[in-house]
């Protein structure tokens, strides 16, 4: 099946600052969307992204989905911006439409 | 943007017990997915519902899983007979109505198996 290749696994930043988060999948999608798990484990939809860019204040993100990768863009970042960020795809022609999902970035964001 | 709402937030049960998780997703939607996510892990596929019947399932779930829609908007996935290493976060979710906005997920329930 498809894989999901996150990086880096870990992020620790200083408030105020910027980073780009990556994923990398194997096989066409046509579904990709980004998470954010806050401390209560929640998922939050943050960008549904096949292709294209897309920006939600201080996020913002990029497909490029013939060269199989995705980043997720965090400016000016802040303490609430802590947890763990998850990639996920849907395969393009694949199963039903499961989303298959990488292992995340856990970042950290120190005041 | 709809919600997909779940009960209970967090159940604590004893080994071998069985446990019920409920779902509320977006109403009158045709497909409906759970996901297991065990501490620290990745988010996994469990099974998918789509018209009143499983479409796919994975390896995890086994015989000790099913999945059931008692009324018309609620759906249960429950677990015959719990291990310690059915203790996890439970997702449901639903593909949004907006195109724009891929897969709602609800808020999870944590299971705690003791």
């Known amino acids: 099946g498809i894989q999901v290749e996150q990086s880096p696994p870990d992020l620790i930043l200083q408030e105020g600052a910027n980073s780009t988060l990556r994923c990398n999948f194997s096989?066409?999608?046509?579904?990709l969307q980004w998470f954010h798990q806050n401390p209560w484990g929640q998922l939050i939809n943050l960008f549904y992204?096949?292709?294209g860019t897309k920006q939600n204040g201080r996020l913002s993100a990029t497909t490029v989905a013939t060269e199989r990768y995705s980043l997720l863009y965090i400016s000016s970042s802040q303490t609430t911006d802590s947890g763990v960020y998850f990639c996920?795809?849907?395969?393009?022609?694949?199963?039903?439409?499961?989303?298959?999902f990488g292992k995340g970035t856990k970042l950290s964001v120190k005041p | 943007e709809p919600e997909v709402t779940q009960t209970p937030s967090h159940q604590v049960t004893q080994m071998g017990q069985e446990v019920i998780l409920r779902c509320v997703p977006i109403?009158?939607?045709?497909?409906f997915y759970w996901y297991r996510q065990i501490l620290g892990q990745k988010v996994e596929f469990l099974v998918s519902?789509?018209?009143?019947?499983?479409?796919?399932k994975s390896e995890i779930f086994d015989d000790q899983f099913s999945v059931e829609r008692p009324d018309g908007s609620n759906f249960t996935l429950k677990i015959r007979s719990t291990k310690l290493e059915d203790s996890a976060m439970y997702f449901c979710?639903?593909?949004?109505?907006?195109?724009?906005?891929?897969?709602?997920f609800g808020s999870g329930t944590r299971l705690t198996v003791v």
């Open positions: 996920a795809v849907v395969n393009y022609g694949g199963s039903q439409g499961n989303l298959i």
């Open positions: 096989d066409s999608v046509n579904n």
């Open positions: 992204i096949p292709s």
């Open positions: 109403s009158n939607h045709l497909y």
């Open positions: 519902f789509y018209n009143n019947e499983i479409s796919e």
């Open positions: 979710a639903n593909p949004s109505r907006d195109r724009d906005y891929g897969y709602t």
